[in-house]
């Protein structure tokens, strides 16, 4: 599979700043599972204010939209739940950056993070089991089924990779485990 390059455009300037990030959604799952179209590539990092600040150097005004230090950082101080984006103007491909310093998940994902070699250099990707808890948030707040096919083509490809006791306890804390259960077994709303 050639490298696609959303991993060229976005991660591997993020990784050579040594911000810690990883690498999740759609391109997560494509790492753990089969290709598949994606036009964004989504980002789960904790780090403080300043240091997510620098990316409005990475991503220079002159080739990508990145919004201004003080938005960043107004996401970055969200409890929960913030967002912002990066787009490469010359190809229209995003990258979504989801500031998580407050989710303990996060921190454990983080020391569980998963090392992708290519010829550029390392990129580090979240662990499946953080993936899959995210496309089950996702899914439980939209109901977009491309989240129940990448679960299943996970779980078919890398299930033995998997720590399922993981996937259950943090669904189980975020009172969505009978949604998973239902997301593969192929009943109900999955």
């Known amino acids: 599979m050639q490298e ?7 991660a591997r300037p993020t990784h050579d700043e040594g911000i810690e990030y990883l690498v999740s959604g759609s391109v997560g799952c494509v790492y753990y599972s089969e290709p598949r179209l994606t036009l964004d590539i989504d980002f789960a990092l904790a780090v403080g204010d300043e240091e997510l600040c620098r990316l409005t150097e990475i991503f220079r005004f002159d080739e990508f939209y990145c919004p ?23 190809t229209g491909l995003k990258a979504d950056f989801y500031p998580s310093g407050a989710d303990p998940f996060f921190r454990w994902a983080w020391a569980n993070r998963r090392r992708g070699d290519y010829p550029h250099g390392p990129i580090w990707y979240a ?3 953080y993936i899959l808890v995210w496309k089950v948030v ?5 109901r977009s ?8 083509r996970m779980i ?35």
């Open 156 to 190: 078919e490809v890398s299930g033995h990779a998997i720590d399922s006791a993981v996937v259950e306890a943090e669904l189980s804390r975020r009172g969505l485990a009978e949604v998973y259960r239902k997301m593969t077994s192929g009943t109900g709303d999955g």
């Open 127 to 129: 662990p499946p089991e």
């Open 4 to 10: 696609p390059d959303l991993l060229r455009i976005f």
């Open 68 to 90: 201004p230090a003080d938005v960043i950082v107004g996401e970055n101080r969200r409890e929960c739940r913030g967002h912002f984006n990066v787009i490469h103007i010359p």
């Open 138 to 142: 996702y899914y439980s707040e939209g």
């Open 145 to 152: 089924e491309k989240h129940v096919r990448d679960i299943r």
